[in-house]
């Protein structure tokens, strides 16, 4: 009976960690720390390599106020090679709460020099009350927001095509209403995202690219013409730029031009050369007014 007994718990014990895990996600998710951090310390010790459980036994301690005890935890996550910025910030959070502040400032400057944007969900660096009203904690945890979110950031390279954001009734120059569009900013603010109705249907992807420093639109419609454009705003203008050639493999560049104008409006203007730039054709030269707002001309 006792062999028996025994065999049976041997069978038993590799379902325990399983179960225990899957439970301790549920418990994260729900942000139950008290739990999941009960939970994640079965699974750490049944599985002292599963990086990710340290992990979220740190965080769970973190979040239910048991700093000291999370420090460890988060410390070995870090040495198993899980996410190692981020664990050094949760770690700074937890020195925060512990009011140890060189401990916390020499975790985070460096983060902050990496560039490190803390994801979602984490408190700011001075979100502590112990650490709160400290200028160095202030100033950091502005940075952090900028490097976490830098496209929604007052003046950032992201916001330069703002100007162009609404839902547009479009005219060309005579006043014949030619399209309506719809601007808007996804993913984060990062992308400013055209979508054209007119007697065909078009999208395009428009966003700043910090490596090139340029902007960069990708356009597609229903007539499946592509074009790749790269621009700067010059004077407050949008100024894109394409060579692509025609489909029959002719040399051929284009200007498209977003230009902001009194009473809200938009101009866009696209023109293209087939000779190098020694002669320029207007393609088409449009005016956006808000939708439901009478045409105004130049």
């Not at 190692?84 to 140890?100: D, T």
């Not at 803390?118 to 502590?128: E, S, T, Y």
Request: neutral net charge.
């Amino acid at each position: 009976m006792v062999l028996t007994g025994l065999l049976l718990t041997l069978l038993a014990a590799p379902a325990a960690a399983p179960d225990a895990l899957a439970a301790a996600n549920q418990a994260f998710a729900a942000g139950d720390w008290d739990h999941a951090a009960r939970l994640y310390r079965v699974v750490v010790q049944a599985h002292p390599e599963q990086a990710s459980s340290w992990a979220r036994l740190g965080r769970s301690l973190r979040e239910a106020g048991q700093a000291r005890e999370a420090l460890p935890a988060l410390q070995r996550a870090e040495q198993l090679g899980f996410a190692p910025a981020l664990m050094q910030y949760q770690r700074a959070l937890a020195h925060a709460h512990l009011g140890e502040k060189d401990a916390a400032l020499a975790l985070l400057r460096p983060l902050a020099a990496e560039g490190f944007g803390p994801p979602p969900g984490l408190p700011a660096v001075n979100a502590d009350p112990a650490v709160a009203g400290d200028a160095r904690f202030q100033e950091l945890a502005a940075r952090f927001a900028a490097l976490a979110a830098p496209c929604v950031q007052p003046g950032a390279p992201w916001r330069q095509l703002d100007f162009w954001l609404g839902s547009w009734d479009v005219y060309d120059r005579s006043g014949n209403r030619v399209g309506q569009s719809r601007i808007e900013r996804i993913l984060g603010d990062c992308v400013v995202l055209e979508n054209w109705k007119g007697t065909g249907e078009g999208k395009s992807w428009n966003t700043w690219n910090p490596a090139r420093k340029r902007w960069e639109q990708s356009w597609v419609d229903s007539s499946a013409t592509p074009i790749f454009f790269t621009g700067q705003l010059e004077e407050g203008v949008m100024v894109y730029h394409s060579d692509q050639p025609q489909p029959d493999g002719k040399p051929y560049e284009r200007r498209l031009t977003f230009s902001p104008l009194p009473g809200h409006r938009v101009r866009q203007l696209s023109q293209g050369t087939a000779d190098g730039g020694r002669t320029w054709t207007t393609e088409y030269d449009f005016i956006y007014v808000s939708q439901g707002a009478p045409f105004t001309a130049l």
